[in-house]
């Protein structure tokens, strides 16, 4: 695919998907303000450029929880990838591993995960949600063990799900052809079942979805695996304090891509005070809005370890598979790459908040007029 930056991948793709397909993928809940605010935090920020310093030699490596990769752009969990190209979440897979990059499956991936595990080349996490039957949870948590996945994500922001406008209007439900193979179809029936004015989607979390979690239940899942445990939608210092307290190994700042609470601030402008709020060395990382290398570098040098990317790798998965989502991967790496050398920062670890302009360091929700 001839792209050069993620617009062009983006129009690819809206060619390819059906306009409901597309308003699932794109869409945010109620009236979008967290959705918009994710991009716009970035336009926020400017960057401070050191000069006179050797850039012949960038290195955006890293190791996060024990895993090395290639670089600090990862892709973030989501659902369903075969509705975007036959070969979901493997396709997407092959092509995280070509980048050197983390890969996090859904829980309702639509292949399996021991065959996203065969197509992986590099690091695998699976993500969860807190469900009501604890012995699917149980036993996604003893697969993913066996077949190599590196660290388990609870998304911790969704007691229910999110007002998603778009789907309601399009009573939009999951194809037959598509489903989450890795868990019961009885867990699963109600998101391929959906009328006008409301969602499978939504309709599945509240028959499925567990709204009792609360911290004393991550004993359940921490006697259950030995792998590293990250929080999912963390937006606050309050609730990075009790992570750490809890001892998760990582958490990541997500408002779920502007697909839960409107109006709650947009990742970058949380990150600063999340990651204050914990040790050093407990990793951060964020999603949401990430469209450009210097997107990731901004995240960095504001607190972050390592960001996710969600629409952009289905944008490249349904232009072109497995090209399409390397395609992306490789443009943003590319990006990240520039940027570090026009920055005069050639390393990850020599970004640190002096990199941007003192105003921009903790960016304000962007439109709030409260």
């Not at 004993?219 to 606050?236: E, H, S």
């Amino acid at each position: 695919m001839d792209a050069l930056e993620l617009s062009d991948v983006e129009r690819a793709a809206r060619a390819e998907l059906p306009p409901e397909t597309w308003d699932f993928l794109q869409g945010g809940s109620g009236a979008e303000r967290t959705l918009a605010a994710n991009r716009a935090q970035f336009a926020h920020c400017r960057l401070r450029p050191r000069t006179m310093v050797d850039v012949s030699t960038t290195d955006q490596r890293l190791t996060l929880l024990g895993s090395p990769l290639q670089t600090p752009i990862g892709i973030a969990p989501m659902a369903y990838h075969q509705l975007f190209h036959p070969e979901g979440e493997v396709a997407t897979a092959r092509a995280a591993g070509r980048a050197g990059a983390l890969m996090v499956a859904g829980i309702f991936a639509s292949r399996t995960l021991e065959s996203i595990a065969g197509a992986a080349t590099g690091p695998l996490w699976l993500q969860l949600y807190w469900l009501r039957r604890r012995d699917a949870l149980a036993a996604l948590v003893a697969r993913a063990e066996d077949a190599g996945y590196r660290a388990l994500v609870l998304t911790v922001d969704a007691p229910r799900i999110g007002r998603r406008l778009r789907d309601a209007r399009n009573g939009f439900a999951i194809p037959a052809h598509v489903r989450a193979v890795n868990l019961d179809p009885a867990l699963t029936a109600a998101s391929h079942r959906a009328d006008h004015g409301s969602s499978g989607i939504a309709d599945h979390a509240r028959e499925q979805f567990d709204p009792t979690l609360t911290w004393a239940d991550l004993a359940w899942l921490r006697a259950r695996t030995r792998l590293p445990i990250v929080l999912k939608g963390i937006l606050t210092a309050e609730d990075a304090r009790l992570a750490a307290e809890h001892g998760v190994d990582a958490v990541l700042v997500s408002n779920h891509g502007g697909r839960q609470l409107d109006g709650a601030p947009p990742t970058l402008t949380a990150l600063p005070e999340v990651a204050a709020a914990l040790p050093p060395n407990l990793p951060v990382l964020l999603d949401g809005g990430v469209r450009t290398g210097t997107d990731a570098a901004l995240a960095i040098a504001l607190g972050a370890h390592a960001v996710l990317i969600g629409r952009p790798a289905l944008w490249g998965l349904a232009a072109d598979g497995e090209n399409g989502v390397a395609r992306v991967l490789d443009l943003l790496k590319a990006e990240l790459d520039h940027t570090l050398a026009l920055l005069g920062r050639p390393r990850l670890t020599d970004l640190d908040p002096t990199a941007v302009a003192p105003a921009h360091r903790n960016p304000p929700t962007a439109g709030c007029r409260c």
